[in-house]
């Protein structure tokens, strides 16, 4: 299947901006390299979903997707919304602003290995030789990275753990909306999601964080804006265009970019030192994904 010129820009726009995306959400949580400044994380992450929701509304508005979900069915699209948005958005801004961008970009996308995983032992799915040997890869560079956060006194080897953990329930996620029955567009329920996702972290932010908040100051607001208006408003709709038409090998390798970006950003924009335990993680976890990945 060859790809149209709409959907190579779409596509390489989708990993730049996921790519990227890793040290501007550091920014965020933890100010500049050179004016470090640790802003409340769960009231970060609530103002860009709550301000990227009108942009996202725009933009299902002008593909003229009906919104409108039957009250039956509000339960179903609630089950969804806990494992595919709101762990993986409550514990990787925690885990951006204690680890590295680019090490949270990596254990972060381990998603697809561990939907390998949870096809296999849980819907009953086979796995091919190559598929259980990118497992095996990415668990090497998983506890590459453990290892290292482990012997060094300023890791933090709860949050790489949580990362993790929020990845494998991602996956599972994955799972269940690709088995759900919601007889509405996939882009209704993702807008409807969003909103609920959207809500319940205002309210942690504001129990949790209310004491501590304040106006962002000018590189916190950029990360704010940009999340809200390119990731929220713009790449999520973008990856559901993506992978309802093109074929398995395009998201691929949208899938095995973002981890790469994710690393090299962190260095190239925020002076992130990689260790070989990086170096070797990213060559782990690419080798993996492909090897997931890969069509029969």
């Known amino acids: 299947m060859r790809l149209t010129r709409r959907q190579l820009v779409v596509l390489v726009l989708l990993t730049l901006t996921w790519g990227i995306n890793w040290p501007i959400m550091k920014v965020g949580v933890s100010g500049l390299p050179s004016a470090p400044s640790a802003y409340p ?19 299902l508005r002008v593909l003229k997707v009906p919104l409108a979900i039957p009250r039956a069915h509000w339960p179903a699209v609630a089950r969804l919304t806990g494992p ?5 958005h409550v514990v990787i801004i925690f885990g951006v602003q204690a680890l590295s961008s680019g090490r949270s970009a990596i254990l972060g996308y381990t998603m697809p ?17 190559r598929q259980w040997l990118g497992v095996a890869a990415a668990g ?14 300023a890791g933090a080897p709860w949050a790489a753990a949580a990362v993790v953990g929020a990845a494998a329930v991602w996956a599972l996620g994955t799972h269940m909306l690709r088995r759900s029955t919601v007889p509405v567009p996939l882009l209704a329920i ?30 916190v607001a950029g990360a704010v804006a940009f999340n809200a208006v390119v990731i929220f408003g713009f790449s999520q709709a973008a990856w559901l265009y993506l992978a309802k038409t093109l074929p398995p090998v395009a998201s691929s390798i949208s899938v095995m970019m973002i981890p790469v970006l994710g690393v090299f950003s962190g260095a190239f924009f925020l002076g992130e030192v990689l260790h070989w335990q990086d170096w070797a993680s990213v060559a782990l976890m ?3 994904i492909a090897l997931v990945l890969r069509a029969r």
Do not use: H, Q
Not at 47 to 57: D, I, K, R
Not at 84 to 88: A, D, G
Not at 140 to 153: A, I, N, P
């Open 190 to 219: 993702v807008f409807w999601m969003t909103v609920t996702c959207a809500v319940v972290m205002s309210v942690l932010a504001a129990v949790v964080e209310g004491s501590r908040w304040r106006v962002p100051d000018l590189p």
């Open 140 to 153: 090497l560079g998983v506890l590459l990275l453990l290892s290292e956060e482990f012997s060094s006194l």
């Open 286 to 288: 690419v080798s993996a």
């Open 113 to 129: 290995i561990f939907a390998a995983l949870v096809g296999a032992f849980v819907y009953g799915e086979r796995l091919a030789r």
């Open 84 to 88: 595919n948005m709101l762990v993986w």
């Open 41 to 59: 994380p769960l009231t970060f992450r609530s103002l860009s979903m709550v301000l990227g929701l009108p942009v996202l509304w725009l933009a």
